[in-house]
């Protein structure tokens, strides 16, 4: 064997026959605590309070300027720099919001190192199960870890602080603005009406019960959109969005008619609002044999045979349906509009 050293002192435990290597380094402990100049001077301690204050004032002042920049800056007014430019509602916004989280953040930061008790402490590693009595102590220090962080007794920077931290919450209500106007009653009612022509939404021909074969599926839409298209895109694309419908033939025998409704249909022909239940989706995937329309957002799929109901999906309620009727040249037409809201199902419907 060799006689070379080991590099770590071994003793040998005759009564385990093991062998215990000491450590090659010893502990170093803990350096001497070197006292900050807030540590031993009040004035400079209140200094670095106002400080903190200060970054948490401002923070809280962003955010309500936010606030008021969102409805007093247009939403068209743009802001130019040299070959940049932007959006002045939205950079406003951005800035406002951004600078307070900076300055909540700095103001943390300087809060802890100039405020907080920054002594260094050593313990021991223990198992990840506590005892009662290291709970306890746990306890004990959070309570002393809040003590002397000054959160309770340095009433500026708490009052302050909690200030910034209550109102970041504002800008996200304000914004909520942005998701549009509530449902009210616009869902209640569509373009369609008494003796409109059913077209095709892609050609806009009028579309006759003979146009169409057992099994045969149209995305269709309502003859008076053109004129709504000529006065404004806004008001044509929500028209045509709340009014789309598909209109599918199917074998009168196979046909489960609602209450109600022995006359909405024609030899078969059946419409129903082409936008799903659930939460909006266009849908036209059909399936002839089953007579089930898909959703291709999330799956929700409705039997056209029976009335729309729901066979499967997170839809709450069947597609509305559209009652039908022949105008004198043979053409389909609508007897009313829809009655019930289309479109997705929605808080105040009931």
């Given at each position: 064997m060799s006689d070379e050293k080991l590099p770590a002192k071994a003793d040998?435990?005759?009564?385990?026959?093991?062998?215990?290597?000491?450590?090659?380094?010893?502990?170093?402990?803990?350096?001497p605590h070197e006292y900050r100049i807030t540590d031993i001077d009040p004035k400079a301690a209140d200094r670095a309070e106002r400080q903190v204050a200060t970054m948490f004032g401002l923070a809280t002042l962003l955010v309500l300027g936010s606030c008021v920049a969102y409805f007093a800056i247009p939403r068209d007014a743009e802001i130019v720099f040299g070959p940049l430019s932007g959006n002045a509602n939205n950079m406003t916004l951005g800035l406002c919001i951004g600078l307070a989280l900076f300055l909540i953040g700095a103001g943390a930061i300087q809060w802890a190192k100039k405020l907080m008790v920054d002594e260094e402490i050593a313990e021991d590693r223990h198992p990840a199960h506590s005892t009662l009595e290291q709970k306890a102590d746990i306890t004990d220090a959070f309570q002393q870890g809040t003590a002397e962080s000054g959160f309770t007794r340095r009433k500026l920077i708490r009052r302050s602080l909690l200030g910034a931290l209550g109102v970041l919450g504002l800008p996200a209500i304000v914004l909520l603005r942005d998701l549009g106007p509530l449902p009210g009653r616009t869902l209640y009612h569509t373009i369609w009406a008494k003796g409109i022509r059913v077209v095709n939404d892609v050609t806009l021909r009028p579309i006759k019960p003979s146009d169409l074969v057992v099994g045969q599926l149209v995305n269709a839409a309502p003859a008076n959109l053109a004129p709504i298209q000529e006065e404004s895109g806004v008001e044509y694309q929500n028209a045509k969005a709340k009014a789309a419908v598909i209109v599918v033939r199917i074998k009168p025998s196979e046909i489960r008619t609602p209450a109600g409704r022995e006359n909405w249909g024609i030899d078969g022909i059946l419409c129903y609002s082409k936008i799903c239940t659930h939460v909006g989706c266009p849908i036209s995937l059909y399936e002839q044999t089953t007579h089930h329309v898909l959703c291709p957002c999330h799956q929700s799929t409705f039997d056209l045979a029976d009335g729309a109901k729901v066979v499967f999906g997170p839809a709450a309620r069947p597609l509305p349906q559209l009652p039908l009727a022949v105008d004198s040249e043979g053409y389909l037409i609508a007897q009313s509009d829809f009655t019930e809201p289309v479109g997705p199902s929605f808080f105040e419907r009931g």
């Open positions: 040998a435990d005759e009564a385990h026959g093991q062998v215990q290597v000491s450590e090659p380094i010893p502990d170093p402990g803990i350096e």
